[in-house]
């Protein structure tokens, strides 16, 4: 059977001043930028959604995509045709990793056992084209918004049976993801929220969700999955109002019921704007908060309030993203997958390549970004100036707690002396971001 | 002197045939609801700095309001005049709390001990006009956020000297709070966040803050101050972004630093909108939290992206918030706090009665609208229905831990049936509750 | 064949005590209204659309709903069975009206042709079931944007090919609708406009619209519809920029290409708000140039950047809506039409009629808001006084063009006094619209 | 006295080398781009108002900034002072515009006389300034939106004596932009809008307007000034809702009163984002409408809902804002005026230029981009490609009118067959765009 993509040659770095569309002119993945693989840094992983299962359909139309494991054959053969395309695209593009959902590469069956059973039999499809390939994973999740039983919740459903089927396809999924070498096991609760408070109890639906990420704390370490257990924030869409709405109120839950050492967040570009935030923000706070695990790489529509998940191509805006990755010390068993897909009007085989392409080279030349913001050390010596007035003693005892209020408020008025602000040089340090994104 | 509003009746309570813009059409302050006068239940209070401060200035014009004292004297005889009016105006309105800010009732001196003796001096002529009229103080607070020496934030500011500086105010205020019998005392952390990442360490910051929140509640508690502490989220504005976001993030940052128990939220209608929220879900949350203090209530413009402290007027959004209200047993030492301003163009004596009228007859129909909605009960038997699988023995079970995720995974195999989706019935319940909002 | 309907009565007005959430308790088609049947005002129209069509599909999930009309049989024959559904639905709630799409109630075809014979063929079903119900069609439209052949536009569309297809598909249902005695034909542009200006000609574009629009003018009145032609504005989505986006930009339109007394604008609730004005905005502009054609009943969400299309419930805000309706004269062939559909939780055969139940029933008391508001005259006689300078000699000189800017500079110099300002009366005139809102 | 400015050498343009930061490093104002020199593309303007005027106030805080003429002498002593630092900082900077409001130069006086009179002298001393220094005015303008007389607008205010004191304002800035070669007038409404629509007829406001802006016309050309008339559009900001929306609404107005010949619009970045507008899509629909004129250059932050006039300094935004400018012929006698404030922590002097320095570089460096986009021709060749159907005979034929409705749909029944469509390339096109952002 010949490849839907066979016009595509394997993609190679050939370099900045390469006039080739299908070749990465930055993506250089030997490259050593402060003392590591460019590779290692980025560990980019296509997702299986949105370029091998989406049609192309949105809210007004139908799918604009015809690709030939779509339709002509019985789910579990077009699921394989589909493997067979994804790792085929995989290959030829070059990208280290590959994250996908249950329900992505295998067919919901008529009942649980034969979805069980799907998802059993291509869980060694994949193995396969893993080991024929070289491909890992870097992470494996569950799907438990999809289908119309979870409609008002997985974990957080007003019905305990319900509960009970998504914990089947959790224990799956993390079953298959150990087999399979991912690295990491993403929950992203779309549904776990709530359309009206009017239906909803809050309290209730959080002591559920809570219980849930114990029972697959638990879980993972029976198993002896050694991979990081991750939340992907989101503040809504699809519901009205969805519990991990960001990085902050993530971390809160996570403290509130003990799981804060065991559960870190999956950042997504896109989710971080719909909440308010920019990218940036979500990694600083996950990195403050000792909670920083992985990325979800994409960009929004500044314009848009959905999730529009285009790749991301703004290198000034990348670098800050990558900047504060770096500062935090990396990914660790993270990595950046592409939680993105081509629009609706790209219906050609390369466009997949040209999004992931796109993708990576901005992300490669963000990283060059990052690494000279780094290098150079004027930002941080700014800041080291900033604060310097808290590394004096008297700085390091209020801190301490070796001073109490009163202390201090009638220090101030036996000296009764005002300080004068000093300038935070905002456009001078914009302007130093700006010259680290020139060549 | 006369009085600037001697052409103002004292407001009573006439009905609601009353066609006396004057007057309460409503708000009856001894009526019963749920067993509790009124009063007791709304808490009403007004404002300081929106109502005898604020000149009308907005970031593209000067001062609309010519209040008598604006100008024209020595800064603490303008701010004399200025408790006159306020206590004047409390009277004929009949609200029986009100909120101040350090710098809203005293003068900013030429140094801290200056700025410090205006305070006390003016927090005496508070107590007087309190004996004499028998008004009360819901909360106090300092403005940590308006001076300039306050521009990089207060309690995480780069210059500890700046801390300093915020802890002799708010040293200051909480004393003024306890000797004028305040219920509550709010910390508003305007400044408390950034403009630019590139000159910000957000996780040396949160733990200035939570040192800065520590010393409070020390001091609290060493001079036997019973009332409540209380953060105000709200996302952004003025800074770029707050670090109190909002209720789930304040959550988030109090359990983090051991301060859930002695730190609530006072929640402000606007704020919970700006940060992606409805007000009931912000309520709701911190209900569930355990973190419900008391209430800034306002509305914003949906269409506006700032914080526009308009008063409320819907009476069925102000029942949802108020419902929350009710089911989580009422709001303790708290209250209803106009954070609202007129429109800068409402520039006459009566039109600050009929922002205060407005807002305290509309909070009043929606207690009425509320107390329906509890006592007629079908919105709360829909939720028990909802739940009630959670209440069989298999869901205690799973609530309280005692089945892991592989005895759940290998039940659903066993049984192997689906459970099929249950209708939410938002549209019935949201026509039970405007049935209420009607007479 | 039984009923999907048959456990749900016809439902009848049972006043305002009725506890039967199956009647309207407001909604009474024969009350009066400043003269006119309550029904006569309203002119409700059922969208076959979101009620009969969608299966509450959203782009994280498939569809909850499970019509007996949605598979099992020959498109043709589901086609029969939707319609007939539909006006059993129709008939046993009591709106007068309903509006479609062409591909709302036949099924594309394989070829243009079939796709044309297969609607002609639904359209003599549909005329049948008007016949025998007395139902009346508001307005019929033609799907331009759901086949993947729309995906970069109809009108607008690079390839006139498309623009052809578009243009048969739009002839039919102009065809359809003089023929099935439709009142107004709708033009939707969800596909107009672009993803991104880097693969757009706008000016191209917008040169290929008018001249579709010119087209359908043309065949209107050659073949002899006397309805209303409308134009819906829309922000954006599906489009990341749609050219209709909003009356005042779809004004501008119409009147660069001379169609400003040929087309009016169909102003639906939640495309107002979407496009960063209220509701009563988009009414008010239209009304003030001349093209206030038809309404889109539902609401959106103030939380959710997308259309959620909600039934309307919020009466105050209604009101407004309402009183703006009335002020510029009424809606002529107009009406209410809801664009709304039950939330996808909303399964059950019942949750279509609460949806519409409790949409008719607010929009029923937001019109005898908005009668109090008009019958009362307040509102008008302070708006009579803040213009009245206006009705000076002196204004109506300035007015009429009777004065040149040196004149009136000059003459300000002469006189040289300022203009003291006069309150706007906000919260005065607020207050009054609530007293309008009680019983 | 000395300069304010004294440590702050020239900026001179020094290379992409230079590690000085009060150096351009891209500005290089007589290097050639696309056959002209780079300052007579950019045509540069530095804004009066907030690097001169805003003391640092915001709505929660006080003046952060303390410049030697804000206060401690007559107010017109200041006035001379201030205007001798602006001039001071124009030689410094190097470029060659700058642009005023009345209000910014002049101080209110105590009657209308004393105001002309005070502007009338201080536009004498700008006079003698550009004499001195070769500074050249690219735009004036008259502030109608700061005093409380215009609380409730200028033109369209309900009181027409406030009409007549705009008409003396914009009388005298049209002059004084005449006496100083001023190469633009552009008109900003502010408080052209509403706070609310109780208060409000939009209709005569509307006429009030158009009759201000037909006075406006018909001076221009009597007094001889041959510059270009600039409406600003913005969404809301002070007021509610502005009538001047954004680019299509303003067409829509002018066309409607017959000004679109007259009057073009002064597009500012952050203003088309509060619209919901990409920059770029303001820049093509004014030049697809034949009516773009000016730029006011700065930027958003996407996270905030009001503007924020930052600096731009995302070179890739830019480029695509500049390409459209480029691909419109350019701005004639529009230029890019720099309505952007340092942020209010920016408190030094250098801040200032490190604020221009990085805007003027950035839009250098875009600039560049843009010529690469144009010179490659890639870009217009897929755009040609696209649309190359339209350049067939029919295509000419349907759009020059020469088919009916009936025509094209029998032309379709008749060949019955179904157009396939065509990738829109989204991805590539952005690939190729980054690739000319690189050096």
Redesign the interface.
């Known amino acids: 059977m010949s490849s839907y993509f066979q016009d595509i040659p394997p993609i190679r770095f050939a370099g900045?001043a390469s006039e080739d569309?299908l070749s990465f002119?930055h993506y250089d993945a030997d490259r050593l930028v402060l003392g590591r693989r460019m590779a290692d840094h980025l560990r980019f992983a296509v997702c299986y959604w949105h370029s091998f299962c989406w049609t192309?359909l949105?809210?007004?139309?139908?799918?604009?995509f015809e690709r030939p494991w779509f339709e002509g054959a019985a789910p579990m053969v077009l699921a394989e045709r589909k493997a067979q395309a994804a790792f085929d695209f995989f290959e030829r593009l070059g990208a280290p990793y590959y994250c996908f959902h249950d329900r992505d590469v295998a067919p919901e069956g008529a009942?649980?056992?034969e979805s069980?059973e799907n998802f059993l039999r291509m869980v060694d499809v994949l193995g396969e084209h893993q080991q024929r390939t070289g491909m890992k994973l870097l992470w494996g999740t569950a799907n438990l918004?999809?289908?119309?039983?979870?409609?008002?919740g997985a974990a957080t459903n007003?019905?305990?049976?319900?509960?009970?089927?998504a914990?089947?396809q959790?224990?799956?999924a993390l079953d298959a993801t150990l087999r399979l070498g991912g690295e990491n096991y993403v929950l992203w609760g779309?549904?776990e929220g709530y359309?009206?408070?009017?239906?909803?109890?809050?309290?209730?639906e959080?002591?559920?969700f809570a219980?849930f990420l114990?029972?697959?704390v638990?879980?993972k370490h029976?198993i002896g999955f050694t991979g990081t257990l991750l939340i992907e924030p989101k503040?809504?869409?699809?519901s009205?109002?969805q519990y991990d709405?960001?990085t902050?109120?993530v971390?809160?839950?996570l403290?509130?019921h003990g799981l804060d050492k065991e559960i870190k967040v999956n950042i997504e570009a896109n989710h971080a704007?719909?909440?308010?935030?920019?990218f940036?923000?979500e990694i600083?706070?996950a990195?403050?908060?000792g909670i920083l695990g992985s990325i979800d790489m994409n960009r929004g529509?500044?314009?848009?309030?959905?999730?529009t998940d285009q790749?991301p191509?703004?290198?000034?805006?990348l670098a800050?993203a990558l900047y504060?990755i770096l500062q935090a010390g990396g990914l660790g068993t993270g990595g950046l997958n592409f939680d993105a897909k081509?629009?609706?009007?790209?219906?050609?085989a390369?466009?997949l390549f040209?999004?992931h392409?796109?993708g990576m080279?901005?992300c490669a030349?963000a990283l060059l970004v990052a690494e000279k913001m780094i290098t150079d050390g004027r930002?941080q010596a700014?800041?080291a100036q900033?604060?310097a007035?808290?590394d004096?003693a008297?700085?390091q005892a209020?801190?301490g707690?070796q001073?109490?209020?009163?202390d201090?408020?009638d220090?101030?008025?036996q000296h009764?002396?005002?300080?004068?602000?000093?300038?935070?040089?905002?456009?001078?340090?914009?302007?130093?971001?700006?010259?680290f994104?020139?060549?």
């Open positions: 900045a569309p002119r192309g949105d809210p007004f139309g139908g799918g604009t009942t649980p056992r069980h918004f999809s289908h119309r039983r979870f409609m008002s007003p019905d305990p049976r319900i509960f009970e089927l914990a089947l959790v224990r799956d779309g549904r359309e009206t408070l009017l239906n909803t109890r809050v309290g209730q959080l002591d559920q219980r114990h029972l697959v638990e879980y029976r503040p809504r869409e699809p009205k109002h709405f960001d902050a109120t971390y809160g839950f403290a509130r704007t719909l909440s308010g935030h920019s940036e923000h600083a706070t990195a403050a908060l529509d500044p314009q848009l309030g959905w999730d790749f191509n703004n290198v000034p805006e800050l504060h081509v629009r609706r009007q790209s219906i050609d390369a466009d040209h999004g392409i796109g080279d901005a030349r930002l700014a800041l900033r604060y007035g808290w004096s008297r700085g209020i801190l707690g001073l109490t209020l009163a201090l408020a220090a101030v008025l009764n002396t005002d300080t004068a602000p000093v300038s935070g040089r905002q456009e001078y340090l914009e302007n130093l971001v700006n010259r994104c020139e060549p």
